[in-house]
């Protein structure tokens, strides 16, 4: 059939009306996708600036706490020993244009201010069986598997886990074989399970958060009574460090590489007892808790030594037996695990040390109370009545009065929109600057 022209020509302008039309509709749906995708964009902007203000606020309450712990090794009050500890409380709360941030732990059902102290823990890296086996819900085989995974050899202890056990795994891995770097890895070695180590303290950031508190309402389980049981990562470390400065912020006397001469002029000592102590340094077989076990004199004759000048050496004053204990340094491998402060691990903490008696425990719980100032070198331990120089010397083989390694948990927040970014950032003050270890942000 023909199509009339007619008719042609009245199709035609009702066709050029549907195209025009559906141009309109096609523009109409760009605009309209091209608003929704603004405004998206704008709100994703919104969310970004958001998040980005809440993060830097986080970083900048990490930064403070740097600032104040390299000022305070640098500056030490040498009569106070928490004078590091106040510094960075000082900072723990700030606020900038539009944000904050705080700095806190959760320690014996508290919040603290300021960073958790690494040296308030044991470092389950130099932790002994005897004192693995002191931690709650633990076993022989986890106690030896845990010795298996840090020990550097293949030997499978009696109860033990070595890179068979964990070779025939449905995903296999290798133990470490050397210091385990972070709680999570503890995770890994055989039978330690997630809940032993963290406890209530699911995402191990030291902090007792809404869901580580509601009971069942969401996950982690928790008995939500306002206290954060922490399991293990409560009392135990991977983090503090041996060694590092001396109290006075300057870098350690490397013993056996100094002259006698250096040694009068910092311990201020005659000239036997300072020729003494460098020929006992250099003999490479003691260490500075040899010094506090047994007087100069003694130890000088036990091996085979005498004054130049023929008359008996005059034993260290506790004075000087301070300083050489805390500014000098003999056979320690730089790095190595920490050692426990005495003045900040807590009294539970204190009883997972096998290696103390509780006899001595007792007694330290008792007198550092009465010590505000806390214990300014292990020296002063001499000082408590009821411990001897060997009972100190042997304390001082896990502990110390000092620590390296600060942990702190900031969180930072957009005021406006409540969003909050934590970061969890490990500090060393081992060497400085300090060095950041490690960061984790959430
Ligand atoms: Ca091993
Ligand atoms: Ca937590
Ligand atoms: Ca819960
Ligand atoms: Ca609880």
Redesign the pocket.
């Known amino acids: 059939m023909s199509v009339s022209p007619r008719a042609n020509r009245a199709a035609r302008p009702s066709f050029a009306t549907a195209i025009v039309l559906w141009i309109l509709a096609v523009a109409t749906v760009i605009v309209v996708e091209l608003q929704t995708s603004s405004f998206r964009e704008a709100t994703a902007g919104r969310e970004a600036v958001t998040l980005l203000r809440a993060r830097w606020a986080a970083r900048a309450g990490v930064e403070a706490t740097i600032a104040r712990l390299g000022f305070a090794t640098v500056n030490p009050d040498l009569t106070d020993a928490f004078a590091a500890e106040f510094e960075m409380e000082d900072v723990a709360l700030g606020s900038l244009d539009g944000s904050s941030y705080i700095v806190r732990v959760s320690t014996e059902g508290d919040d603290m201010l300021g960073p958790a102290d690494a040296h308030a823990k044991i470092n389950i890296n130099a932790m002994s069986r005897e004192s693995l086996m002191l931690l709650p819900f633990m076993t022989d085989d986890v106690a030896d598997a845990i010795?298996?995974?840090?020990?550097?050899?293949?030997?499978?202890r009696v109860f033990?886990a070595?890179?068979g056990s964990y070779a025939s795994q449905r995903h296999p891995y290798e133990?470490?074989?050397g210091p385990m770097r972070s709680l999570l890895e503890l995770e890994q070695v055989s039978n330690v399970l997630p809940d032993y180590v963290r406890g209530e303290d699911w995402n191990l950031n030291g902090v007792l958060d809404p869901n580580e508190n509601d009971g069942d309402e969401s996950w982690p389980p928790d008995n939500a009574d306002g206290i954060l049981d922490a399991g293990w990562s409560a009392f135990v470390t991977t983090r503090s460090v041996g060694g590092g400065l001396g109290e006075s912020g300057e870098a350690r006397m490397e013993l056996p590489l100094v002259s006698a001469s250096d040694v009068a002029r910092l311990l201020n000592t005659d000239s036997d007892q300072s020729e003494a102590v460098v020929n006992l340094a250099i003999l490479g077989s003691l260490t500075l808790g040899d010094f506090l076990r047994t007087d100069l004199n003694t130890l000088a004759q036990q091996n085979g030594m005498q004054a130049s000048s023929g008359r008996p050496l005059r034993s260290l004053s506790n004075e000087q037996l301070a300083v050489l204990l805390g500014e000098t340094t003999l056979g320690e491998q730089a790095g190595s695990p920490g050692k426990v402060n005495l003045n900040t691990i807590s009294d539970d903490g204190l009883a997972y040390l096998a290696e103390i008696p509780i006899s001595v425990r007792d007694t330290i719980i008792f007198d550092r109370k009465g010590r505000s100032q806390g214990y300014t070198s292990i020296v002063d331990l001499l000082d408590v009545a009821g411990l001897t120089r060997d009972r100190v010397a042997d304390l001082y083989e896990v502990a110390d009065v000092r620590s390296n390694v600060y942990v702190a948990t900031c969180r930072g927040r957009d005021e406006r929109s409540g969003v909050e970014v934590e970061m969890v950032v490990t500090l060393d003050r081992s060497t400085l600057p300090i060095i950041i270890r490690e960061v984790r942000t959430r």
């Not at 010795?147 to 499978?156: A, G, K, M, P, S």
């Open positions: 010795l298996d995974w840090i020990d550097e050899d293949e030997d499978t033990g070595e890179f133990p470490r074989n």
